[in-house]
């Protein structure tokens, strides 16, 4: 099942394929990973996966947009929404491709005292500026 990311070769398909000879199976893959990642579900896991990988993309967008609402509740003159929006959604996603595997990755959060969460690596920035930040344990 394609979703958005198919326009950047970045989907997640499902594949099954109970009834196909290995030539065929090769060549519908072969076809499938034009669109990004193929990955082999059971058949009856394809309603679960639709709702993930179909349906997920949609459900992301609706949160991105309340977060870009509620950056442009700030008024800010020199950036729009959508690009610190942007900045935020890459910082993010380049600390989770950096520490997805780690299975401790509750330890890597840090919260300061007005209850804002950043990852451990901002804690060097937070205090070079001289604020105080907590480690959650």
Do not use: M
Not at 16 to 45: H, I, W, Y
Not at 82 to 99: H, K, M, P, V
Not at 120 to 128: C, D, Y
Request: charged share 25%; with cysteine.
């Amino acid at each position: 099942v394609p979703n958005l990311a198919v326009a950047y070769h970045k989907s997640v398909t499902a594949f099954c394929a109970n009834l196909l000879c290995e030539d065929q199976k090769d060549r519908v893959l072969s076809e499938l990973r034009l669109f990004g990642r193929v990955v082999p579900v059971l058949e009856k896991d394809f309603d679960l996966f639709t709702a993930v990988f179909g349906s997920g993309p949609a459900f992301l967008l609706a949160i991105y947009d309340v977060f870009r609402e509620k950056i442009a509740a700030f008024n800010l003159p020199d950036r729009r929404p959508e690009e610190l929006l942007l900045e935020l959604l890459q910082g993010t996603s380049l600390f989770y491709e950096a520490n997805y595997r780690d299975k401790s990755i509750k330890e890597l959060w840090i919260v300061w005292p007005a209850k804002a969460v950043l990852p451990r690596r901002a804690l060097i920035i937070i205090k070079s500026k001289g604020s105080q930040a907590y480690c959650l344990k």
